[in-house]
């Protein structure tokens, strides 16, 4: 996939599902997270999350994700999957209409999506192995702030080391003191020099939900008075 990746950088999306148990009245039950990953910048999109992923529910997230205005495919002519059932042929036939062409990978082949295989081990390893989630709402609450942190608070080896969306306006200078900002009770840590002036930072998301989803419909950090920093997550791979 290296020559068509090189080529068609910035058209390349790929999608893929991860599974997490949540605590509810009748037990542990199995919820399924679909997202988008941009191979360009590395950018994620929550497509939604369900605990029964259903031809309906994913024709809905379909048309979520192609939207002419905010969804997460815009701009993209090709979408990577993997073989699993839950794209279905209707599923696929609305994508396709929408002008992005779907790649099928071979069976049994993780090594070929590997983008998005990797934001599943970061999200796994530095927030969802690490919580025991009551509820759905939990487990939405602790995406959002992982996403939010993944985007604007962590540092990508794979891009130079550098954050995937940088704030608009940015003060220089090496005064000021350095604070830290914790999410999630700590787990996930971001460090930046504090300025003056203040600065408000806005991260815009253009995920959308099916109809009654309580996910957030964007995730967006608190104003703050800083900016630059670097993120402590235990893992800065990706």
């Known amino acids: 996939m290296g020559n068509l990746s090189q080529s068609h950088w910035e058209v390349l999306a790929a ?18 997270l679909l997202f988008v990953i941009n191979l360009a910048d590395r950018l994620v999109h929550v497509a939604g999350i369900t ?15 192609t939207d002419a205005i905010d969804g997460a495919l815009l701009g993209k002519r090709y979408l990577i999957l993997d073989r699993d059932t839950k794209y279905s042929a209707a599923f696929r036939k609305m994508i396709g209409k929408s002008g992005t062409a779907v790649i099928r990978l071979p069976p049994r082949s993780p090594n070929l ?73 700590g787990m996930l840590n971001y460090y930046e020099r504090c300025r003056v002036k203040r600065v408000s930072i806005e991260l815009s998301d253009t995920t959308t939900y099916p109809p009654g989803s309580p996910f957030p419909a ?21």
Not at 18 to 26: A, F, G, P, Q, R
Not at 226 to 234: D, I, N, P, S, V
């Open 15 to 32: 999608g893929d599902f991860l599974s997490v148990e949540v605590w509810t009245v009748k037990g542990l039950v199995t919820h399924y």
């Open 113 to 185: 999506n590997a983008f998005a295989e990797r934001f599943v081990r970061s999200i796994k390893e530095e927030c969802l192995n690490r919580m025991i989630f009551v509820g759905q709402a939990s487990l939405r609450y602790a995406v959002g702030e992982y996403v939010t942190h993944y985007r604007g608070e962590r540092n990508h080896q794979g891009l130079g080391n550098r954050l995937l969306v940088v704030p608009i306006k940015r003060i220089g200078g090496q005064n000021g003191s350095i604070r830290k900002i914790e999410r999630l009770g």
């Open 51 to 65: 605990t029964n992923p259903t031809e309906t529910w994913m024709l809905q997230v379909g048309r979520n994700m």
């Open 218 to 238: 964007r995730l967006r950090p608190p104003g703050r008075a800083c900016g630059g920093g670097r993120a402590e997550t235990g893992r800065t791979g990706g």
